[in-house]
């Protein structure tokens, strides 16, 4: 007889304090959350709305008609093939061809490979030859290829309101430069993005010398060259720091958010995630210590994180490198004037004087990094600090920029307020919707005679301009950029321009009036001259083939900090925290994560890439810590806000329903709904950038509000004084994070580096499976490989397919290293052709990335009915694990969705007639369902079924993936383990091997996309059969575990649980990760204490 | 009492089952005929707009097909020529052939020449061609004594049960790699095919996908 194990039923006690709540229904019980729980798609996922009886018959009838029409061409189609007329070299049909690139962001250029299938590009990955990304990317370099064929791109130049030719363009611009030079530039000005393209620095100082009254101002709204401006008075040379996380033992982050918002984010990430990396016990691992006052990345990585609003992380700051000074005995004089600074402020000594004591005592392989949006006193003190633990040139470096000055925002405001200013270029950017709330964009273009506008979209600043001069895309310009350590890197384009658009470089040239204004030429000028004595079409031919310039990244300088410099810097007395109230808030204005500050606004992939932390989509909010919300709860009239998590009521169908709260500081208000964020400092306020554009594409169009709006220009990253005032309005936010929850058992399992040394099985001793022997544990000892082929099904019942193939597939995931920086999600839905399904269809639960990260959020006390402000995040990507025994197959009618010989979970799309039953049976819900023809149908007219447009957008058709088909509605799909790579990579082994028996794919030949993407290199996919494949060695480390894998559905994917590494000696260390504590809390209520001890 | 129905009525209900099972089988027959591949893809020959020969071409001449399908080794497309590749022969021979009208306007103007596609696979199935050739089966196999075609004609059904013919019995179409582009090679016998054909799915570790995953992506 089959032996029925019987899983212990939970006592009441343990189901009113989950172990993990990943929202804030969850804690509340609500009977919304309850029924989120119980379906496999969220309530209203799969109900007809909006259409009644009457209605849909109506529609009905008209597709039957339109079917009757139909009925005359059955016969075979003539198909034509077109040939090349002269076929180019290199190509070969059917091949895809990369090239390297690079993408300009923010200053910066991040080196890519653009993967190109007959010369348009598909797919972005990252260049491995740049040494310190190793070809990996980051999220929005990952969509940035859905720009390119962005229907709302600006097609074409106007101007005075017309349509302007490519010669009326060329007119104005030579118009333009004759004009200004006979004034030397008087009247002209240059309103442009951060560039650190050496060509477009070439033709900036050309224009200076031509123009030399012309004023040249840069702005961004996110400014992160203050460090570096910084640093270039205190060395007295042009240089930045550059820091290498991967020596670094111990990392002090002071509000910056390295890990995310960071031009150099994806170097950081993987220096970082290579320090953190444990492979085996006794392995070193870096440890994070963290102050902010947002919840970040960063702040999800930390060992010790401390809630602190951004104006009082100076008084920290300087305590730091007080500390610091002191036990390294350095600049007492230096060391005087902090103390002296901090001497009033209320201060956490214990958790400073924890921290810096492990500082010190790993000396030179420390690091202290602070925000760029800190006071120049606390960065300078930082820089002292890593000066005194002898990290500069470990772990930090300063190195030599080049030469680099541009007129302040504020030097242009005032240039325009007098009159000075006739005719200001914006070059890129777009001010009129990221200025400051205190300059009126109107008031501009009142006071300057006229606006000429260079932009890809046409937005808020083209809209008042005499002129718009359409912008080509990155993919398909010739240009130059530098990496942020220097090194120089080439754009190249991958298709002719689409539109009639302009390169960046031509368009200066030409206002400049140069005579060579081919960017070619000047990219090629620019790149040769900088290696003199060499063969010129050379370089040029190895620049464009490798990617980059070699042995172009800056160098350290020689000069040394001097702490004299630092010490004039620093005031008398630092900002403190005294005032902060819910009457008096602190507002911390931060990118966006998906769509940063606007720029990515139109792109629908990282519109509805949830939010890393809120796992909102399709919009911002404001972001408001649970203390504070408990108190404005006190004091609202009408306690609307509590509807986010109290009033049952309110969530019948799990759906986030928040209060909007207007947000005031000064005479500037802006309206958003409110989102209650742990982790947040008490009184301080987060918004995001980048929503609420006024002219915008019809992707971007009604998301979110502006946080510019309430933004002053004397305090652009942080402001006090703001409050917040409830309006009685309500909204519903797509919100993906109550969706497919897992009703928090040990789902995602943590441990401690220390306790981990001491119980290197400490993953293996918690959740359900450490009590089922009986299922598990019979083929335990048995090595993977054969463990994966030979007795797949543990003592199921349930058939299971004969695992023949040559290659068992399977994939590791390491939460240690995973930041849940959505590189993966969107990398995926680039390679696999996922479509977008729209806020309204999000809210219903229906979206389709075939990888989801969940957060997973843990206190650490047993009653979880509280909302608490201090929390631990952990991630966990999640797609289709690919069991052995995958509950999904024999559920379905049609033997639609089988395996096959190497262990994957097929989807035969075409077999499917979208019973929906595998989502119903899948135990992970990472089956995607398309409710809609997504592909072919308008997001706005889902619902008018055939009356509605049908077709797929030219362009978008362009950019899909040609190695996979474009599902349509009634299938159902998810994560394929990328099946064409799979195939691919057979393929091309087996061209190689011909008569040979040589098939088998060695280890590494190809990546998955997600696993390409990963900055923090935390998935690895191979063969399993093969005991010596990454694959294989990741899954023997004593991390390794399986989701839910007392079900005995045997998933191919694993994962290594996570470490934490915190401090004992500080105040707020935890023996066990608070997740680890919770899982023990409610298992063993009488028995926790011993167990935690254990 | 006259019946209400008269008696000829009698045998109708058998008639009628007759005829309707007649109907079924017919159906049946007729669709598993006239719409499967078999009947509606094999035998398809359009006119193309040049009237190119590949019994001229390949058969009588002897040009290789990777002369002009270049690519079929090294990519899952199997190329279909550049006007240029045509004209690199035409420009010395035949040059004003009437028929080669359309190739040299071509080769002027930029325009390609519009083939019409003969043998089309559904969007969700990834043939790859260099994956065949370059493992023993032959262009023959699928598209058949091609060296012979005045009009390029539709072979085989190439549906799923007849790939998969294939995919569960390669031995029984292995061929030595050299013969590959051969179409006028014969194996001496059927017992002959098999003794090699098993032979070289040993040596080569011939295993061809059977799952959907094999073709469908």
Known sequence: MKKITKLPEPTAEELAGPKYWRSLDEVAETPGFRSFLDREFPEGASILETVDRRHFLKIMAASFAFAGLGMTGCRRPE????????????????????????????????????????????????????????????????????????????????????????????????????????????????????????????????????????????????????????????????????????????????????????????????????????????????????????????????????????????????????????????????????????????????????????????????????????????????????????????????????????????????????????????????????????????????????????????????????????????????GDTRAPDGTILPVQPMIQPLFQGYNELEVLARLVGMEK?????????????????????????????????????????????????????????????????????????????????????????????????????????????????????????????????????????????????????????????????????????????????????????????????????????????????????????????????????AIIRESNKEYFEKKPDAFQSVGMESHTPLVLRHDHDMPLHERATQTPRGTSMHPHPELTGRHQWGMAVDLSTCTGCNACVVACQSENNIPIVGRDQVIRGREMSWIRIDRYYASGVEDNNEVADDVQVSMQPVMCQHCENAPCEPVCPVNATVHDEEGLNVMAYNRCIGTRYCANNCPYKVRRFNFFDWNERQLDQLYLGPLGEKGMNELHKMQKNPEVSVRMRGVMEKCTYCTQRIESAKINQKVLARDSDNVKIPDGTFQVACQQACPTESIMFGDISDPESEVSKWKRREQDYLLLGYLNVRPRTSYLGRLRNPNPNMPDADSLPLSRKEYYMKNYPESYTSRAEN | MSSAFPKWTNALPIKIGIILLVLFATTVVGITYYFTPKYTRVGYAPTQPVPFSHELHAGQLGIDCRFCHTHVEQSGHSNVPDTETCMSCHNAVATDSPKLELVRQSYESGEPIPWVRVHALPDYVYFNHAVHVNRGISCYECHGQINQMEVVTHDQPMSMAWCLDCHRKPEEYLRPLDEVFNMDWRPESRQAQLEMGLEFKEEWDVNPPLSCSGCHR
């Open chain 1, 517 to 745: 204004r081919e960017p070619y030429d000047l990219v090629f000028e620019t790149v040769t001259s900088l290696r003199d004595g060499l063969d010129k079409n050379k370089v040029f031919r190895v620049f464009l083939h490798d990617g980059l310039l070699e042995n172009s990244a800056y160098q350290p300088v020689e000069r040394s900090l001097s702490t004299g410099a630092v010490s004039d810097l620093l005031p008398t007395k630092a900002a403190g925290t005294e005032g902060f109230s819910r009457r008096n808030l602190e507002v911390r204005y931060l990118a966006d994560n998906s769509i940063d500050d606007g720029r990515f606004n139109n792109n629908g992939w990282l519109q509805e890439c949830p939010d890393p932390i809120t796992r909102l989509t399709w919009e911002n909010a404001i972001l408001i810590s649970p203390t504070l919300a408990r108190e404005l709860d006190l004091e609202a009239p009408d306690p609307t806000l509590a509807i986010v998590r109290k009033n049952p009521n309110e969530i019948k169908t799990g759906i986030q329903r928040s209060p909007i709260l207007e947000l005031r500081i000064g005479e500037k208000t802006v309206r958003g709904p409110v989102h209650i964020q742990p982790g947040l400092a008490t009184y301080t306020v987060v918004v995001h950038h980048g929503y609420g554009r006024t002219k915008t594409g019809r992707i971007g169009e009604g998301s979110g509000f502006n946080s510019n709006k309430v933004r002053y220009s004397d305090e652009p990253d942080f402001a006090r004084g703001a409050t917040l005032h409830f309006t009685g309005e309500t909204r519903n936010m797509a919100n993906v994070q109550n969706h497919w929850s897992m009703e928090g058992r």
């Open chain 1, 79 to 478: 198909k034509y093939i077109l040939p090349y007329n002269q076929q180019p070299e290199h190509i070969v049909h059917g091949k895809p061809a990369y090239f390297a690139s690079s993408m300009p962001l923010r200053g910066y250029g991040i080196p890519v490979l653009a993967e190109t299938h007959a010369n348009r590009p598909t797919k972005i990955e990252g260049n491995p030859s740049f040494a310190p990304n190793n070809g990996k990317t980051d999220l929005p370099t990952q969509a940035s290829i859905l720009n390119l064929y962005d229907p709302d791109r600006a097609t074409r130049s106007l101007l005075d309101g017309r349509e302007a030719s490519r010669s009326a363009v060329r007119d104005l611009l030579d118009e333009l430069s004759r004009k200004y030079r006979d004034a030397e530039g008087r009247g002209l000005a240059i309103l442009a993005d951060q560039s650190r393209s050496p060509s477009r620095q070439r033709l900036r100082k050309a224009l200076a010398e031509r123009f030399p009254e012309a004023v040249w101002c840069e702005y961004e709204p996110l400014d992160y060259t203050r460090p570096e401006k910084l640093l270039s008075r205190l060395l007295g040379q042009s240089a930045k720091p550059l820091y290498d996380f991967s020596k670094a033992a111990r990392v002090l982050s002071l509000d910056a958010d390295f890990l995310g918002n960071d031009p150099n984010r994806i170097a950081h990430s993987r220096a970082f995630a290579q320090a953190r990396r444990v492979t085996a016990p006794g392995d070193e691992m870096n440890r994070l210590y963290c102050i902010e006052s947002a919840m970040t990345l960063t702040g999800g990585m930390a060992d010790h994180r401390k809630r602190l609003a951004t104006s009082a992380t100076e008084a920290y700051a300087f305590a730091f490198a007080a500390g610091v000074l002191r036990r390294t005995n350095g600049d007492s004089r230096l060391q005087a004037r902090l103390e002296a600074a901090i001497a009033d402020s209320a201060l956490d000594q214990e958790w400073i004087d924890g921290c810096v004591e492990d500082l010190v005592e790993n000396g030179s392989r420390s690091l202290i990094v602070a925000g760029d949006h800190l006071s120049e006193a606390a960065q300078a003190a930082v820089f002292a600090a890593n000066s005194a633990l002898g990290a500069v040139g470990e772990t930090i470096s300063f190195v030599a920029t080049e030469e680099h000055s541009a007129a302040s925002i504020h030097e242009l405001m005032d240039q325009v307020e007098n009159g000075e200013v006739e005719t200001l270029f914006v070059l890129n950017g777009n001010p009129a919707y990221n200025l400051p709330a205190d300059y009126s964009w109107k008031n501009i273009e009142e006071k300057v005679g006229e606006v000429i506008r260079y932009g890809y979209y046409y937005d808020e600043t083209s809209e008042g301009a005499r002129a718009h001069i359409a912008a080509t895309h990155y993919l398909e310009s010739w």
